[in-house]
């Protein structure tokens, strides 16, 4: 059976919960204290590390942009374009079949320095206009190249021949286009700044560079001539020492601190700081930072692999270097990172378990100190629980809460004695209240039943009596107010009755007055719908009447056209008349010409006989000719004839349809007016029409005005009724005779009357 914590004692009940409670306090502020104090150090350190890495991204941007301006600006000295043009030039005056040979014999081959040392020979001393040069400008170079840390820095022809180099390498006096650069990145950086615009820097990323046997990152810029035209190229080569000075120059713990470049590929694009963990070019492992980085996204990561293989925290930022494409990762080591926060957990894993020992003997001593006065309480409360009321009760000179309580009981005992003295006497009032509550519950009975005239005549002790009077006094009030609801509700029962036959009269001659509306209503629309529909048919035949004249005076129109045309038609007969009586002449003429060609063709004898039968062809033709001339002639006569008959029927149809056109016009401004007038009635119509049904609308509303007051006036004298009914229930007067009503529902009106009279 479990055990429940209220068959506990108190006396250990008590201790368990204030080691219970010190127990919860301790460890709640505790893991408090260590949360806040872990979280305030990841924050430091999420902080300090970012405060790294941007550091670290400022330096390298500085040194990079730095040396991008550094090229740009040498690009454009005129010492740079001097040297350029004058290591050009002698190049070409070296007294010797091989001057790449020669060159690379003194400043390479036969340098008395070491190979990384090579740039410290100024002069071989061979006297050639090369070296002349060389001693010239090569301490400058050098100073340049020393001071911003470059690796190497070359002057480069428009041809592609590298005519100075400040190392002296093994791509000192080669040609990018040659076995020993081509490909490289030297040449391709070479190439970019020979096509770019002028004082642009352009860029080649971190490669495996042959010649120097190192990875290498390349700046370019154009050498100008006073023109501004590229005369050359100037090439700076950086080295990852240069890279990793600047990143790694804010670092604390470089045994515990990576910081380094990443680029979309995923390979490092500087050297690891942390020795033996990755070199430059290296693919780094596919963990979440190093993909953000690949990514280009920045962003903080609490635990992550590093490519050595321990936990780590690191910070990803991407960079804003022109011409470069990098990530900046830093990692710190976890165990490095929060050193600090192992050693709080410990203290705090300390500092609870002393806690909770030193709670255990403190709440144990305060608990007796605490339960030996409440046992002596106990004993005083179950003496008073027995009517013992002349017990001690103990403690009450104590000044904490334990003497209060005594005290209090102490009070309490004095007051329980007080309050057994009180109950007797609350006894004997209590039967004297109880004779007054039976004859009031027998009065409000009676009162209840209807009886107004029950007063309560036994008169009660001073303290109620006040509450008799009131009684007494307010039945008779509402005696005298029921009297005159009685009255009231039969003056309303006969006005009601009134005013019932009146509504009812006025309801049967609106409705009759109604019906008649509503007849006359319905035959004023029956004859508006007539007359509209005879407004819409004299409109149609309006139309009607309109289109018959519009095609009657286009008719007008074709019939001109037709005179016209026979008008033409005659002239054109005349004209044709003309012609056929010119062929007539014409035909006699020849008739004639012909006759004499035969009395001269008879006269020249046999000679003429053949002309004689050409000269009665000729008359045999000439008098066909006047033959068909004379039947055009008749058959134009004819046709002018039918022209002019034509030309009158055409004339007399133009009058018939000019007269038909008038009649029409007057038949149509005839039918536009009676439909206007049509209309206009219509209209005047349809408003008498709206308002007989207005009206009829208001007439009806009258006549439910009336039922609704009739109804009204019923529902009335009902309620009117009803009224006297329940005043009936009341005994008001006491009786007086045999012959007196039980109750008042029994009084009629008359009797009311005349006993009011």
């Known amino acids: 059976m479990p055990l429940k914590s209220s068959s506990i004692s108190l006396k250990l009940k008590l201790p368990l919960l204030m080691v219970a409670l010190t127990v919860v306090f301790v460890v709640t502020v505790s893991f408090l204290i260590y949360s806040m104090a872990e979280r305030s150090i990841r924050e430091n350190v999420a902080t300090a590390q970012a405060s790294k890495a941007r550091a670290g991204a400022q330096a390298l941007q500085f040194s990079i942009g730095a040396a991008q301006r550094d090229v740009a600006n040498l690009g454009a000295l005129p010492t740079v374009f001097r040297a350029m043009n004058n290591f050009e030039r002698v190049v070409g005056m070296i007294e010797d079949d091989d001057p790449i040979g020669y060159m690379k014999k003194h400043y390479v081959s036969e340098n008395p320095n070491a190979a990384d040392q090579r740039a410290d020979l100024v002069d071989p001393g061979d006297g050639s206009y090369y070296s002349q040069s060389h001693a010239t400008y090569h301490p400058t170079f050098l100073q340049t190249l ?6 190497d820095i070359y002057l480069v022809t428009t041809a592609g021949l590298v005519v100075y180099s400040v190392q002296k390498q093994g791509d000192f006096a080669e040609d990018i286009g040659g076995e020993q650069l081509a490909g490289s990145a030297l040449a391709r950086v070479v190439d970019a700044a020979l096509a770019t615009e002028p004082g642009t820097v352009v860029t080649e990323d971190f490669s495996p560079y042959a010649p120097a046997d190192s990875n290498d990152a390349f700046l370019a810029s154009p050498v100008l001539n006073k023109k ?4 050359g190229v100037i090439v700076v080569r950086l080295g990852s020492d240069m890279v990793l000075s600047a990143l790694s120059a804010n670092l604390g713990d470089k045994a515990h601190e990576n910081i380094f470049l990443v680029s979309p590929d995923g390979l490092a694009r500087s050297p690891s700081v ?23 996204e920045s962003g903080q990561y609490e635990d992550v692999m590093t490519a050595s293989g ?7 930022l991407p960079l804003a270097l022109e011409g470069f494409d990098w990530s900046l990762v830093m990692e710190t080591d976890v165990s490095s990172a929060f050193a600090r926060v192992y050693q709080i957990r410990w203290m705090v894993l300390s500092l609870i378990g002393a806690s909770i020992v030193v709670s255990i003997g403190v709440s144990w001593a305060a608990a007796n100190r605490v339960t030996r006065p409440i046992h002596k309480l106990r004993d005083a409360t179950n003496a008073l629980s027995n009517e013992d009321y002349d017990i001690e009760v103990a403690g009450r000179m104590r000044g904490d809460e334990f003497g209060d309580l005594a005290r209090s009981l102490d009070s309490f005992r004095d007051k329980l004695k007080r309050a057994d003295d009180a109950s007797a006497r609350e006894i004997a009032a209590r039967s004297e209240t109880d004779l007054v509550v039976d004859e009031m519950s027998q009065a409000l009975t009676d009162l209840q039943n209807g009886n107004l005239i029950a007063e309560i005549e036994r008169p009660f002790s001073s303290h109620h009596e006040a509450l008799r009077e009131n009684y007494n006094r307010s039945l008779r009030n509402l005696r005298d107010s029921l009297r005159e609801v009685v009255e009231a509700a039969q003056h309303v029962d006969r006005f009601a009755q009134e005013q019932r036959a009146a509504a009812n009269e006025m309801a049967e001659r609106t409705e009759g007055q109604g019906a008649t509306l509503e007849k006359t209503a319905t035959a004023m629309q029956d004859l508006t719908e007539r007359l509209r529909q005879t407004a819409e048919k004299a409109g149609e035949v309006d139309n009607t009447m309109r289109g018959t004249r519009r095609q009657a005076e286009q008719s007008n129109d074709v019939v001109r056209s037709a005179v016209e045309a026979m008008d033409k038609i005659q002239q054109a007969s005349a004209e044709i008349s003309k012609i056929i009586s010119m062929i007539d002449d014409i035909a006699f003429q020849t008739n004639l010409l012909a ?20 000269a009665s062809e000729v008359r045999n033709l000439a008098r066909r000719a006047s033959e068909a001339a004379g039947e055009i002639k008749a058959l134009t006569n004819a046709s002018e004839e039918h022209v002019a008959h034509g030309v009158s029927m055409v004339d007399r149809a133009g009058d018939a349809l000019s007269s038909i056109i008038q009649q029409v016009t007057s038949v149509s401004d005839l039918v536009s007016e009676i439909a206007g007038g049509v209309q206009h009635q219509s209209k005047g119509l349809e408003d008498i029409n709206t308002a007989i049904r207005e009206l009829d609308s208001v007439t009806q509303q009258n006549t439910a005005m009336a039922e609704e007051a009739s109804a009204s006036s019923q529902l009335l004298q009902s309620e009117a009724k009803t009224l006297t009914r329940v005043t009936g229930r009341f005994q008001i007067d006491p009786s007086m005779t045999a012959d007196a009503p039980a109750t008042w529902a029994d009084v009629t009106p008359q009797d009311t009357v005349r006993h009011s009279g």
């Open 146 to 151: 020393q001071l911003n840390g470059y690796s």
């Open 228 to 231: 501004g035209d590229p005369v």
């Open 274 to 296: 942390i020795p033996d963990a990755f070199a430059m070019l290296d693919p780094l492992p596919d963990a979440p930072h190093i993909a953000a980085a690949r990514a280009r």
């Open 310 to 316: 321990h936990h780590a925290t690191a910070v990803v």
């Open 595 to 614: 006759l004499n060609a035969g009395v001269e063709a008879a006269r020249a004898g046999p000679a003429g006989a053949g002309f004689a039968v050409v």
